[in-house]
């Protein structure tokens, strides 16, 4: 560190760079590689905002039949002669989830001849036979097979949210259950609802989730486009891009304990990090424990939670591969989420945290990060979001310290024929507080795009496989500043 005092000062005598020996020259390209890597290592660490989602049978079926049969006295015999009575009878079972009527018909239904018989109702009887067997996981993938196709079924979807609700998949109920209150459905529906996530939300639970992912990046540490330049009379050198190919992989255990009238605390402990088997310096693991207390009913939620974050990582030196201790964080969190409306959900998060480096001791300091945002349910197939973030982060030197805003905008939809799509356009502002020895004031602008697709009816051991591009691009008024990354990984992750 004295050596970076050393260059600051340095750098104001003009006679004395003018006479610069080779040996300083080298000092100063060590300078412009370290400054970089931090660069790339706070970008990295720092929080990220990113808003945390017809057939001829449609959402009509939720309004109330006035067209009902007269009722018929017939005998099972005389069924299997008439498929048309057969279909009707099932078709309106099924919309009703009457179970002992499915159960009644579903036998006769399928020994008619394969013309008279339909997949969507075929999945649909078959959901809720198994249900009601409590083969609840057969039940779960026959819903989902029958929503990938013909998404627009409400009643199969409130069926759906009921038995994920029952197997104990309370976040996928609770989700499902969500989407659902956008619809224009009866009040009486939306009342069932309310109730079922005012369940949810006072069971305590124990939660587990995890995911991994096939992570390919071409520019693992931000290299500049062009790693030469002319400063003056001297020239400068970046490092060349670097690729890395690995797994990324996060896992995440949470325990809720509630009080009485909406009061609860709330433990979560996660590790996430990332493993690239052709590059290990680069490898990092964080290991973060939080313990929170909170306030949550059907329209509102507000908690409060103090952490600890531990980052293990290789360094990104070519001299060190193995994981070290390099940084630790201590702070706090609040989040806000209020339902505006069935369709219009407001979210706010604050987080402050001091931080410490092990090494890079001109890194230590603290920050403030705000994340405000909206989503918009149009229906239960479509979501829209954005977010507005801000963060300033204060280090030991002015040139390490920033203040950072952005914005995001987002659009999540369900596709016909179980496609899923998720697209996400993000701006931000960059600003260091401080002049770079020779760079002077650090200012960029970060451009991001991210699109998602997956298939809702591909299930392995429930993981559906998500397939995402990500691209970045970095302008900054110093080129050594500005670069592009494209990435393509996919995704595995699942909630217990």
């Known amino acids: 560190m004295m050596a970076k005092k050393y260059v600051k000062k340095f750098i104001f005598s003009t006679l004395v760079i003018a006479m610069a020996s080779t040996a300083f020259a080298n000092q100063e390209q060590q300078r412009v590689n370290e400054h970089l890597a931090d660069q790339r290592i706070q970008d990295e660490l720092y929080p990220k905002h990113q808003n945390n989602f017809k057939t001829s049978i449609n959402r009509d079926i ?40 499915v159960a009644l018909l579903f036998p006769i239904y399928q020994k008619f001849p394969s013309k008279f018989k339909d ?54 109920a609770e989700n499902q259950f969500y989407k659902l209150r956008a ?53 400068l050198k970046a490092e060349p891009a670097e690729s890395a190919e690995g797994i990324g992989f996060n896992f995440d255990i949470g325990k809720k304990w509630s009080w009485r009238d909406g009061f609860f605390n709330d433990l979560n402990l996660s590790t996430d990090g990332k493993y690239y088997w052709n590059n290990k310096k680069y490898n990092e693991v964080s290991i973060s424990g939080r313990l929170g207390i909170g306030y949550q009913n059907g329209k509102m939620l507000f908690s409060i939670s103090p952490f600890m974050t531990q980052v293990l990582y290789g360094g990104g030196s070519k001299n060190s591969e193995t994981l070290k201790r390099f940084s630790k964080s201590t702070g706090i969190t609040l989040n806000f989420n209020y339902w505006l409306s069935p369709k219009w959900q407001f ?75 998720r697209f996400s356009a993000s ?27 997956w298939h809702r009816a591909v299930h392995y051991w429930g993981i559906t496989p998500r397939l995402t591009y990500s691209f970045n691009k970095t302008r900054a008024n110093h ?18």
């Open 347 to 421: 979210t706010n998060s604050y987080e402050y945290a001091e931080q410490r480096y092990s090494t890079r001791k001109h890194l230590n300091g603290n920050y403030h990060s705000i994340s405000t945002g909206l989503i918009f349910y149009a229906n239960a197939q479509r979501r829209l979001f954005t977010n507005l973030n801000y963060q300033r982060n204060a280090a030991r030197d002015k040139d390490d310290s920033f203040f950072r805003r952005g914005i995001t905008l987002g659009w999540l939809e369900e596709w016909n024929k179980g496609l899923s799509t």
């Open 62 to 101: 939720f309004k109330k039949n006035t067209n009902n049969l007269n009722r018929l006295v017939i005998s099972k015999e005389e069924l299997t002669t008439r498929p048309d009575l057969v279909i009707r009878g099932l078709l309106a079972a099924v919309k009703q989830g009457n179970t002992d009527n």
């Open 427 to 453: 701006l931000a502002q960059k600003r260091h507080k401080g002049p770079i020895p020779f760079f002077g004031v650090i200012q960029r602008k970060e451009y991001g795009f991210q699109a998602s697709v």
């Open 119 to 172: 997949t969507i109702l075929t999945q649909w009887a078959e959901a809720i036979l198994a249900k009601n067997e409590q083969n609840y996981d057969l039940s779960i993938r026959s819903y989902r097979k029958l929503l990938s196709t013909t998404p627009h079924i409400l009643p199969a979807q409130l069926q759906l949210a009921i038995v994920l609700f029952e197997n104990n998949e309370l976040e996928a």
């Open 183 to 235: 619809e224009p459905i009866p009040n009486e529906l939306q009342l069932l609802i309310i109730k079922y996530l005012n369940a949810i939300q006072q069971r305590d639970r124990w939660t587990f989730s995890g995911g991994v992912t096939y992570l390919n990046d071409p520019n693992i540490n931000n290299a500049p486009k062009s790693t030469i330049i002319h400063q003056g009379s001297g020239i």
């Open 479 to 496: 080129p050594f500043y500005s670069y592009d990354k494209h990435k393509v990984f996919i995704d595995f992750s699942k909630q217990f």
